[in-house]
């Protein structure tokens, strides 16, 4: 049984173990929590490649307790010649899933890492070089990294979709077998790219001759994206969406992404909480809550530039108090909608002085689009799949438009002082988790580890599935279950720690200097402490 890990000088929590490690290094050398982030990024990002990656986009909340956080936005936007039109005469209906022409959006995570570090050095005292901060990722990239279950498990299940993309079997499929668990994987492009990266500064990325030598190979593959694309691209620090829940006030991610979702769900239920967590009352509340929010998200949530309502205008009481009539605690809602899909890593960071970091990067589905660049080894992500083609539709697609995101991390700070940063991997599943976690712990006092073991569930459709029903962990008591199915909620059973319920985690920093963490045992990953 997994425990809550205490200290009071320094904690990472993170999805693989060599990442968190990586990011406790340099807190052991006196670096600040974004520092330690950075680090740890750049090492799940060699560590965990069907999640994550250089090619990929992140999203960052950076705070201390008793001030409003900092949000980082470090996600691509579609290419200037990736237009609707562009799509049909290829004979597309739809955007496609992989290869190539799912590679239309800039990767954003690398210009985030340096957004990240700039605000380190102007606000927060930081000091490390950047080459220090990458050089565990550097070492992991070109020496090897075991291969994991999940990874294994994601190489043979997607083999079908991605074999036959450029690039992709060269490094997953060699000898035309998928990776063993354990086997060492080592990726020499990504070493040189990042060790390139280190010398001459992140800007390259998008405006040097990494930028142009990424650009040609998209070109030379089919992708629509150029090098203008990616010259244009800038990360954004933004002001996060924030909502008062039960006397603490939460914070997420605006537009773009889904965060306004997972303020809703939390904003809705703190209306008519159950008496306890993990009862029927307490999930049967949360499913419903996740319903109403996921309308909104739906039919509102797109690039903030094409919205016709803030996404702060939702969290209004007036606007709560209008959606929490549409719900019922005695019977589930018909739940017909589509669903999210996406893969991705959540990561928080904690230092001595309670600056903590709340972080989330993605390539979208398992391993993105399937491109690996043949020059700098970068996997490109198909973010751009939930782009829709049709002229009138919510996210639709234009040139230029930022994406919809279901990655966004989350932070709170409790009504007694503690500030807790917690997020999951998992498309649909991530307001879900998060409000199970934040639920159980902040507003029904559950143990903080206990609060990421306990038994999950996932309304939606999950990796390989189209049904968007209710998935639920089988450790569950089966009384709740039946009284479920009473309510009239269609359930679909799953194993007892399903991956697909997320790879979650937590810090939480309290007023006298002590941490908690919390990692999920779904994962590979650890907290590690000072």
Not at 282 to 298: G, P, Q, S, Y
Not at 312 to 339: C, G, I, N, Q, Y
Not at 412 to 441: K, N, V
Not at 466 to 494: C, T, V
């Amino acid at each position: 049984m997994l425990q809550t890990k205490r200290s009071y000088g320094g904690m990472v929590t993170a999805p693989h173990h060599l990442a968190a490690q990586a990011g406790l290094a340099v807190l052991s050398e006196g670096g600040n929590a974004i520092e330690a982030m950075i680090a740890s990024a750049a090492t799940i990002a060699v560590a965990y490649p069907h999640m994550n990656g250089l090619g990929g986009d992140s999203f960052w909340l950076v705070g201390r307790a008793g001030s409003m956080p900092v949000g980082i936005q470090a996600c691509g936007r579609a290419a200037m010649a990736a237009d609707r039109g562009w799509y049909r005469q290829r004979g597309c209906s739809s955007i496609p899933g992989r290869g190539p022409l799912a590679a239309l959006t800039v990767a954003g995570t690398v210009d985030g890492w340096q957004k990240a570090y700039e605000l380190s050095r102007d606000r927060h005292d930081g000091r490390l070089p950047m080459a220090r901060l990458l050089e565990p990722a550097i070492r992991h990239a070109e020496e090897g990294v075991a291969v994991t279950s999940t990874l294994h498990e994601n190489i043979r299940k997607k083999r079908h979709e991605l074999e036959s993309v450029p690039g992709y079997a060269e490094v997953y499929l060699p000898q035309g077998i998928p990776l063993a668990v354990g086997a060492r994987l080592r990726q020499p492009r990504v070493a040189e790219t990042l060790r390139r990266l280190a010398k001459v500064g992140l800007a390259d990325f998008y405006r040097g001759e990494l930028a142009r030598s990424m650009a040609a190979d998209l070109e030379r593959v089919g992708s629509p994206l150029r090098l203008a694309d990616l010259e244009r691209h800038q990360a954004a620090l933004v002001t996060p969406l924030s909502v008062e829940v039960s006397g603490h006030k939460i914070f997420n991610m605006p537009p773009p992404t889904q965060g306004l979702a997972s303020l809703l769900i939390l904003a809705l239920y703190a209306r008519r909480m159950a008496d306890e967590a993990d009862g029927v009352d307490h999930l049967h509340r949360l499913v419903e809550c996740t319903k109403a929010a996921f309308r909104i998200r739906n039919n509102h949530v797109t690039d903030p530039d094409y919205m016709k309502r803030p996404a702060a205008e939702f969290l209004s009481e007036e606007s709560l108090a209008a959606l929490h009539e549409t719900v019922s605690d005695r019977r589930a809602a018909p739940w017909p909608d589509p669903s999210k899909p996406g893969d991705t890593v959540w990561l928080a960071a904690t230092d001595r002085s309670g600056l903590s970091v709340s972080f989330i990067q993605s390539v979208y589905w398992e391993f993105g689009s399937g491109v690996i660049l043949p020059e700098s080894g970068v996997t490109w992500q198909n973010r751009g799949t939930s782009f829709s083609l049709g002229d009138t539709d919510t996210n639709r697609l234009d040139p230029g438009r930022l994406p919809f995101h279901t990655i966004q991390p989350a932070m709170a700070e409790l009504g007694d002082g503690r500030l807790i940063s917690y997020g999951t991997m998992g498309g649909e599943g991530q307001p879900q988790t998060q409000a199970a976690i934040f639920s159980r712990y902040a507003m029904h006092g559950q143990e903080l580890q206990s609060a990421i073991t306990a038994p999950r569930w996932l309304l939606g459709r999950t990796w390989g599935e189209e049904n968007n029903n209710l998935k639920i962990e089988s450790r569950f008591d089966p009384a709740i279950i039946d009284r479920l199915h009473a309510l009239g909620h269609d359930i679909q059973m799953a194993g007892p720690f399903e991956e697909f319920m997320g790879h979650a985690g937590a810090i939480v920093w309290h007023p006298d200097g002590l941490m908690e963490g919390a990692s999920d045992p779904r994962s590979d990953g650890v907290v590690a402490t000072r």
